[in-house]
C-alpha cells in the first residue's frame, strides 16, 4: 500500500500531488519551532561590581549568545553560568541571552535582566583628564599651562590629554626638547593629538614618533604617523577616549597624516576604527586638532567646514558621541549641545576648543547668530579640565595665574 503525501495550498485552494512513498518511509517535518531562553539565577551580591548569572533553554544541545547593555557592543557566544568583572558602581545594565537549537533556531525573545551593582570601579566617583594645545615655542606661556597640569596629577587627575600642535614652529624633535622643559614631567601619564605643526618639519611627523616614544618616561600609547589615531579606556568610569588626526585634509602639503574620507566604497584605516570605536554604549570624548567651529580670526569656522574635522563631527554626532574637545585656534570655546551645522538643538554634541596651551593668542572674529559659542575668550592661558561622571562631564577651564578667562559647564551624556 501507498502512502500519498499531499500538499493544501491555501492561497488557490489547490492540491499539489508531492510523491508517492512506500509504506516503510516516514515524512519527518522540518523543526522551525525556537526555543525559549530562561535566565535562572541572577546576581545576588554586586557589592563587588562582579555579576553572575545561569541560564537555560528548553530544548537539549541548544548553544547560547550573551549582551550586557551598557558595556558589550555586540552579542557573543556564551556558557552558562556566565560572569561579569569589574563593572561600575551606579550604571545600569541589562543582561541580555539568546538560545539557539540544534537546528538553528533562535529564541526571537531573549531572557533579560536589568540591574545596577552597588559596587566595583567608578561608583560615585569621577575621573579627571586635563590637557590643552597649542603649546610649546621659545616664547611660549608653555611653564605657566604645564605647573596647572601638574596640580591636577597632584591633585587625583588620572590623565593628561594634548589636542596637537604640542611644539612649535616644527614639530622636530628639537622643538620637543622645549615642550619637554614645561610638560615632560608627565609625559608618562600623557596621550597626544597629532596637530598640523607637527608635520612642518617632517612629513611623516618623525620627531613626534622620537619624542613620545623614547625612554625611560614614554606616553602610555606608542604613538607613530600610522598610529595617531587610537582609543583609550579611562579608568574608573564608564568613558572611551578616542584620539583622531586631521591633518591630511588641513595640514601642509605633501604631509603622510592617515586620510579621513568616509566612502563606503575605499578602504580607509582612521575611518574604519572611528565607526568600529563609536559603535558602544559607553560614554564618548573625543580629541582632533582642528576645530570644527571657531570663532577665532586666525582660523575660523570656515577652515573646519569640510575635511577631517567635519567629518569626524558628522560621524560623532550621528554615532551618538558625546563630547569633543579640539584645538589649532588658539582661544577657548564651548559650543553646547549642536547640530552638524552649527546650531544648538537638544540633545546635541557639545565641542569644546582648548588651543590655549601657552604657544600665543588669536584674534576674535564675529559668528552669526545660530552658531555663536556659548563661551568664548582669547586672552587667557590655561588648560581644560574634564571631570568624567556616569551620566556627564563636568568641563572647567582653568586659566594660569593673573590670566583672566573662567568657564564651567556640565554636558550631559546624549541620549
Not at 48 to 67: I, L, M, P, R, V
Not at 104 to 113: R, S
Not at 311 to 328: I, M, N, P, R
Request: proline share 6%; glycine share 10%; aromatic share 10%.
Amino acid at each position: 500500500m501507498r502512502r500519498i503525501v499531499l500538499l493544501l495550498t491555501a492561497a488557490t485552494g489547490t492540491v499539489a500531488l508531492l510523491a508517492f512513498l512506500y509504506p516503510s518511509l516516514m515524512v519527518n517535518a522540518a523543526d522551525t519551532t525556537p526555543p525559549d531562553t530562561t535566565i535562572t539565577s541572577g546576581p545576588d551580591d554586586t557589592s563587588d561590581g562582579t555579576a553572575d548569572f545561569a541560564f537555560s533553554s528548553t530544548e537539549d544541545g541548544s548553544t547560547f549568545k550573551c549582551k550586557l547593555v551598557g558595556r558589550d557592543s555586540t552579542r557573543t557566544k556564551c556558557t552558562s553560568p556566565k560572569t561579569y568583572p569589574n563593572l561600575t558602581a551606579g550604571i545600569t545594565y541589562t543582561f541580555k541571552v539568546w538560545a539557539t537549537d540544534a537546528a538553528g533556531n533562535i529564541d526571537p525573545t531573549p531572557a533579560k535582566l536589568t540591574f545596577t551593582p552597588s559596587g566595583g570601579s567608578g561608583g560615585t566617583d569621577s575621573t579627571v583628564l586635563v590637557g590643552a594645545g597649542d603649546i610649546s615655542s621659545s616664547s611660549s606661556r608653555d611653564q605657566e599651562s604645564g605647573d596647572l597640569v601638574e596640580a591636577q596629577l597632584n591633585g587625583g587627575a588620572w590623565g593628561v590629554f594634548t589636542t596637537g600642535d604640542n611644539a612649535y614652529q616644527d614639530g622636530t624633535y628639537q622643538n620637543f626638547q622645549v615642550y619637554d622643559a614645561a610638560w615632560g614631567s608627565f609625559r608618562s601619564k600623557t596621550r597626544p593629538t597629532y596637530g598640523n605643526h607637527d608635520y612642518a618639519g617632517s612629513s611623516s611627523a618623525a620627531g613626534s614618533q622620537q619624542y613620545w616614544n623614547e625612554d625611560p618616561d614614554p606616553t602610555p600609547v606608542q604613538v607613530s604617523n600610522a598610529k595617531s589615531f587610537y582609543a583609550y579606556d579611562v579608568a574608573n568610569s564608564n568613558w572611551r577616549a578616542i584620539v583622531l588626526n586631521s591633518v591630511s585634509t588641513e595640514g601642509p602639503k605633501g604631509n603622510q597624516a592617515p586620510p579621513c574620507e568616509d566612502d563606503p566604497a575605499q578602504t580607509n584605516d582612521q575611518m574604519d576604527f572611528l565607526n568600529r570605536e563609536l559603535n558602544t554604549t559607553r560614554n564618548t570624548v573625543l580629541f582632533w586638532h582642528h576645530a570644527r567651529f571657531s570663532r577665532s580670526g586666525d582660523h575660523p569656522t570656515s577652515e573646519g567646514a569640510t575635511g577631517c574635522s567635519r567629518t569626524f563631527f558628522d560621524v560623532a554626532y550621528d554615532k551618538g558621541a558625546d563630547l569633543v574637545v579640539q584645538g589649532h585656534s588658539h582661544v577657548y570655546e564651548r559650543y553646547h549641545a549642536r547640530d552638524k551645522s552649527g546650531a544648538s538643538v537638544a540633545g546635541g554634541l557639545t565641542s569644546i576648543v582648548c588651543g590655549t596651551g601657552g604657544n600665543s593668542f588669536d584674534s576674535l572674529g564675529s559668528a552669526s547668530p545660530a552658531q555663536a559659542p556659548e563661551k568664548s575668550f582669547t586672552n587667557a592661558w590655561g588648560v581644560c579640565k574634564l571631570t568624567l561622571n556616569a551620566n556627564n562631564a563636568q568641563v572647567t577651564f582653568l586659566p594660569a595665574p593673573g590670566s583672566p578667562g573662567a568657564d564651567s559647564a556640565t554636558v550631559p551624556v546624549r541620549p
